[in-house]
């Protein structure tokens, strides 16, 4: 839904399609890096104590090639991410493939500077376009994660295309998870 209050509906069973977050617990997710007293549910969606250490949600389930919807608002100057085929006792700063989930509109971020827009892959590649909304307005990521081929839809907008074998072992070295053909979705804070 494009509405500003945030009336959005998840895809039926009936269409492939299952909730990983319920908006009642955290029963398919565990906290990484953290406690499970950092994370709490906050009018249907996942809010992060500030006062906890640095952490991440991670599915208990681990997905090979996968289909992930995802809507999200973000707060000024915020800075999170998506994570893909994570591994959850990973001690690497990038425990996954990371999907960036930026206040692109914030000051001090240079609109030329597409590494740090919504929608990059970390340290692999920029986005076609910029597709992101202000800050604390409702947005939508659409993640198609298949071998080794990548497609994130940012607002109704193709913002990655990628098969990641294009990208050599420089950026394998940076991002371990481009070796792994399965892991958890994890979503930072």
């Known amino acids: 839904s494009d509405d ?3 009336d959005h509906q998840s ?10 977050f319920d908006g009642q617990d955290l029963s398919q997710w565990g906290v990484v890096g953290g406690r499970e007293g950092d994370w709490q549910i906050a009018t249907g969606g996942v809010a992060h104590w500030k006062d ?7 599915t208990h389930e681990e997905f090979s090639d996968f289909e992930l919807s ?4 973000l707060g000024e100057n915020a800075s999170s991410g998506v994570l893909l085929r994570a ?4 001690i690497e700063s990038m425990p996954g493939l990371r999907i960036q989930l930026e206040d692109d509109h914030a000051l001090g971020i240079d609109p030329l ?3 740090g827009w919504t929608g990059a892959v970390s340290f692999l590649k920029e986005p076609s376009a910029r597709a992101s909304r202000k800050a604390n307005e409702w ?6 994660c298949r071998g080794t081929e990548l497609a994130v839809t940012l607002n109704r907008t193709k913002v990655i295309d990628i098969d990641w074998r294009d990208y050599g072992t420089r950026a394998k070295k940076r991002v371990p998870a481009l070796k792994s053909s399965s892991g958890a979705i994890g979503l930072q804070i």
């Open 4 to 6: 500003a209050e945030g």
């Open 11 to 20: 895809p039926s069973p009936q269409d492939g399609w299952r909730d990983l």
């Open 52 to 58: 906890g250490p640095p952490s991440w949600l991670a």
């Open 70 to 73: 995802l809507d999200f608002r």
């Open 87 to 90: 591994v959850r006792k990973s």
């Open 113 to 115: 500077d597409r590494d």
């Open 139 to 144: 947005q939508q990521l659409h993640v198609l």
